[in-house]
């Protein structure tokens, strides 16, 4: 695998360490590099992916009880769950979640300003870092095999998942007797470190001392391949550390793209011109169907929908829209005077209209009107009483031509 590999300042550190892997060779590792340093060093392999690794110490780690489902769901919100746990505010922390098992989750957090800090550095030296993962997650371990490893002037101990410390040499026997004290089990612990680390002379009576097969944390990279660490469940850039890939167009590609984009800003432009037009057109035809409505229906209080209320109203089911029905009732009425009551649609057809005026004549003047339009209709029950004129119009569905 093509890659830089950069190793971050551990805590109490300032310097850098890297090492690259071109066409299968490794190169040696350079250790105690300034970010000048590693710039200058370096200058020649950008062209390779840059992986960084955040030293042990920078990051915490804990395992939430959490099924699959409630992953899906609640997703980095399960870590709000045990904030109660943590020193600082888990928002200020960027989180990852990794399933363990079925029921349980290790989500690992780092401090956002730290990693934004590295991550701007390096991507303004020429660096841009396309895979950030923990040292830690490189470490494998379970509940009966466990990793010591040395950091500058201390040792971090990993033991099951979300159970490790980064602490003082002289106080290891003390971290050590502490976590044996809490395991369930008496089954003896298989305890691995560099061959190079200077170790207690006396172990605890539970653990089964011996030297792993790497030294240091390059050892821990040779075997493994550039896209199982990239989709690592545990790399940092995701969310709002992701990576935005440049573009390799050639300026010839870039100039069409932009004669492209001013194409569609045109066209974009166009259609907001038309549209504002259009909607304009609409509001103005739905205001003269509400003051239609209005008048016809004055016992309406307020218009929510006006195509449902008048539909409910008329209860027409023919193929007329309902302003197309609101317009032949307005324009037909043969006064001001005149309002409509009730409508009622009847399962032989026809359709009940109840109106009043002022005067009987008024209703074969509505007649005469609605005939002359093509809609066939009748009069029943019509009265004049205190002063009142009702009828009842009777229009035969669907027989507007």
């Not at 955040?54 to 992953?71: C, F, M, N, S, Y």
Request: hydrophobic fraction near 45%.
């Amino acid at each position: 695998m093509d890659c830089l590999f950069l190793r971050l300042p551990a805590p109490g550190e300032a310097l850098l360490q890297a090492i690259q892997c071109r066409q299968g060779q490794w190169s040696t590792p350079a250790f105690g590099l300034s970010l000048d340093d590693f710039t200058q060093q370096f200058a020649e392999s950008r062209d390779l992916t840059v992986c960084v690794l955040t030293p042990v110490g920078h990051d915490i780690a804990l395992v939430l009880e959490a099924t699959a489902k409630q992953r899906r769901e609640a997703g980095l919100g399960l870590v709000s769950m045990v904030e109660d746990q943590l020193s600082e505010d888990y928002e200020n922390l960027h989180w990852t979640l990794s399933p363990i098992d079925e029921h349980h989750t290790l989500a690992r957090g780092i401090n956002k300003q730290w990693l934004r800090h590295w991550l701007e550095s390096l991507t303004q030296a020429g660096f841009s870092p396309e895979i950030a993962l923990p040292e830690a997650s490189l470490l494998a371990s379970d509940a009966e095999n466990w990793v010591l490893y040395p950091v500058g002037e201390e040792v971090f101990l990993q033991a099951d998942p979300g159970q490790s410390a980064l602490v003082l040499a002289h106080d290891l026997p003390m971290l050590l007797d502490s976590l044996l004290s809490s395991r369930k089990t008496s089954t003896p612990v298989r305890l691995r470190y560099p061959q190079s680390m200077n170790v207690p002379a006396v172990w605890p009576e539970a653990i089964q001392a011996a030297p792993a097969a790497w030294q240091s944390w390059p050892d821990l990279l040779r075997s493994r391949d550039k896209v199982s660490l990239q989709k690592h469940s545990q790399n940092w850039l995701f969310g709002e550390f992701a990576v935005i890939k440049k573009s390799d167009w050639s300026p010839r590609w870039r100039v069409a793209a932009v004669a492209l984009f001013a194409v569609i800003l045109l066209q974009g432009s166009l259609n907001y011109v038309e549209a504002s037009r259009l909607a304009k057109q609409a509001a103005e035809a739905e205001l003269q169907t509400s003051s239609l409505f209005r008048q016809l229906f004055p016992t309406e209080q307020r218009i929510v929908n006006l195509e449902r209320q008048v539909n409910a109203r008329l209860a027409m089911g023919s193929q007329q829209s309902a302003s197309t029905v609101l317009q032949l009732i307005a324009e037909t009425a043969p006064s001001e005077k005149w309002q409509v009551q009730h409508f009622e649609l009847r399962q032989n057809g026809l359709v009940h209209v109840d109106i009043t005026g002022d005067d009987l004549a008024g209703t074969q003047q509505w007649l005469t009107r609605l005939g002359a339009r093509g809609m066939a209709a009748t009069i029943e029950n019509a009265k004049f009483e205190g002063g009142v004129a009702t009828a009842r119009l009777v229009l035969q569905k669907g027989s507007r031509s």
